[in-house]
């Protein structure tokens, strides 16, 4: 593989990466919990705000809300 195509792929990665940890962080937020990652060789506790995120009768439990249903 040409230099290009290595950067090209690692850039593809790295957004797919970017985008995971986003999606995990609003499952997060969901469930008032937080994340922790890795990003730049350091570990990170990433706490989402749980005051937007709040619903009445929302529980943070995931399976309790699939029952509530």
């Known amino acids: 593989m040409k230099e ?10 790295d957004e ?5 940890q986003y999606r995990l962080l609003q499952r997060a937020s969901a469930a008032r919990q937080s994340l ?3 990003r730049n060789g350091k ?3 990433l706490v989402p705000d749980v ?3 709040m619903s009445e009768g929302s529980s943070g439990d995931p399976l309790a809300r ?3 249903r």
Request: hydrophobic fraction near 45%.
């Open 51 to 53: 005051e937007l995120n």
């Open 4 to 13: 290009k195509e290595i950067l090209e792929m690692q850039r593809l990665i």
């Open 43 to 45: 570990i990170l506790e």
């Open 36 to 38: 922790v990652v890795c």
């Open 16 to 20: 797919g990466v970017r985008k995971a």
């Open 66 to 68: 699939r029952k509530q």
